[in-house]
């Protein structure tokens, strides 16, 4: 910052905001389509797209229908989709086998969006609660999340997605030493260009809700993730688990939730300048969406300005669910 200015009325801070040529001018942060990964939920079926209801306006679609939604990203400028599989109580085990499936939701899709749209690309999640028939993230052995029996399931899920084509891998899951696990499992096989974006600094949030009811997990979480994920109170513990990260070999992190945490993203671009992310999550879309439905709120503003405010606190890129429309409205 410069510390020199001028007294009013020398300065007068408005000269710069006079008009939007100036203004335009003067601007610091650019938002475009490329900034954006589109999450997506994809489900069993062929020609399914059914509305989710704790998420206006998002949807699950069958296999074929990604690759129209990859399509139309495409067409939008964005350059990054995220699969997440919906996956009903009845499709869920104790053990958790559908994870590391090859032919899973999530790995059909990434072979089925690399063959339509090489160019997309394609990252994933990786955590067992959407196969895990208790909802959790990792194994459950007598009421325990158990660490690193679980790191070693989510090695075989991230190898058989990158085997799948997927770009990047997304270990949302929060357990201990699995950056570093996946990261030795695919150089072993290699992967050796195969990015992970860790989900380094993931709170334990009451707004991932909506998000739960989209994968079917709501019915199916027993207790809260409180054992893994942070506490909402800390942020020097995210600087910790960054580093951690990033020396196991996580090429990006990401924080999550974004609006709440504007402040460990800033500190975390800060820290370490690596290619930093935020993921706007369902509760923060669906609040958005029901205000402005509500006509309480101007929805496209709104959801502009919380996408600038990402690339203000210092995100290189945004996990949203506004991609495609945000994309459009850039596009004009
Ligand atoms: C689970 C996962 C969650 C989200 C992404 N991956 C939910 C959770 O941790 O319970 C939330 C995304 C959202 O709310 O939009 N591994």
Not at 264 to 270: G, M, P, T, Y
């Amino acid at each position: 910052m410069n510390p020199i200015q001028a007294a009013y009325p020398a300065t007068r801070l408005r000269r710069l905001r006079q008009n939007e040529g100036i203004r335009g001018l003067v601007r610091e942060n650019y938002l475009s389509a490329s900034d954006f990964i589109w999450p997506v939920f994809v489900r069993s079926g062929e020609g399914v797209v059914e509305e989710i209801p704790s998420m206006p306006g998002v949807v699950r679609r069958s296999v074929d229908k990604i690759v129209e939604a990859a399509i139309e990203a495409r067409d939008l400028g964005i350059g990054a989709i995220c699969l997440f599989p919906y996956t009903g109580l009845e499709e869920r085990t104790e053990d958790c086998a559908g994870a590391w499936d090859p032919e899973n939701h999530v790995n059909r899709a990434i072979r089925a969006i690399k063959a339509a749209v090489p160019e997309m690309v394609v990252m994933t999640d990786v955590a067992l609660d959407t196969y895990n028939i208790n909802g959790h993230d990792g194994f459950v052995v007598d009421g325990q999340i158990i660490n690193d029996k679980t790191v070693e399931a989510l090695v075989k899920m991230s190898l058989e997605q990158a085997r799948a084509g997927a770009d990047i891998i997304g270990p949302s899951d929060m357990m201990d030493g699995r950056i570093g696990a996946i990261r030795a499992g695919l150089e072993a096989e290699g992967h050796q260009n195969v990015m992970i974006l860790s989900y380094a600094a993931k709170y334990a949030s009451a707004f991932y809700g909506p998000f739960r009811d989209a994968v079917g997990a709501s019915g199916a979480l027993t207790g809260d993730k409180k054992t893994y994920q942070m506490d909402s109170a800390n942020s020097d513990e995210a600087l910790r688990l960054v580093a951690r990260d990033l020396s196991e070999g996580a090429d990006m992190v990401m924080v999550k939730p974004g609006l709440p945490y504007l402040d460990i993203c800033r500190r975390v671009k800060d820290a370490f300048g690596a290619p930093t992310f935020a993921y706007q999550v369902s509760g923060e879309y669906s609040m958005i969406k029901a205000a402005a439905a509500a006509g309480m709120i101007d929805e496209e503003r709104v959801m502009m300005e919380s996408l600038m405010a990402f690339k203000r606190a210092g995100c290189d890129g945004i996990l949203t669910y506004f991609a495609p429309a945000a994309a459009r409205l850039l596009r004009g």
